[in-house]
């Protein structure tokens, strides 16, 4: 069975075994290492993915759910203005750390954005929620979305 992945704007065809979670499938066929496998368990937000605008997480869920919808992963989250803003604020507050819990908060920062051009503190906080940083990076992430707001 061959399914076919639109990922960045470019087509794909899968050979993985249709029960394997996309994270598998983006990093080790498709070589994006950019999306982190953390927990696994849908419960850290290391592996967000954006699939036709929204974010999920791609740990858990089978590549075969996927089959013929738009991914957007961070290796292309620039390709959109609200995400070249995204990356350069955070760049611009320092908001990451050690770094792995970035392109999943880049993500759904860029999510967020997209849905919500100007998110009040409480709506940003609910949308980071899913997204674990065992460095503490949270106020600067904070800070990041405020400035891709403001810029
Ligand atoms: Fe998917 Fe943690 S690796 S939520």
Known sequence: MTLSLTINGTRHD??????????????????LKGTKL?????????CAVMVDGKVVLSCVSPVEVFDGQEITTIEGIA?????????????EETAAQCGYCT??????????????PAPDSAAT???????????????????AIERACAS
């Open 14 to 31: 899968i050979a993985s075994d249709p029960d394997t979670p996309l994270v598998y499938v983006l990093r080790d066929e498709l070589k």
């Open 125 to 143: 906080k609910e949308a980071l929620t899913p997204h674990l940083c065992r460095c503490g990076s949270h106020p600067r992430v904070l800070r």
């Open 79 to 91: 390709d959109t203005e609200i995400g070249q803003r995204v990356q350069q604020a955070f760049i």
């Open 103 to 116: 392109s999943g908060l880049v993500v759904a920062a860029t999510a967020l954005l997209s849905d919500t």
């Open 38 to 46: 953390g927990c696994g368990l849908e419960q850290c937000g290391a």
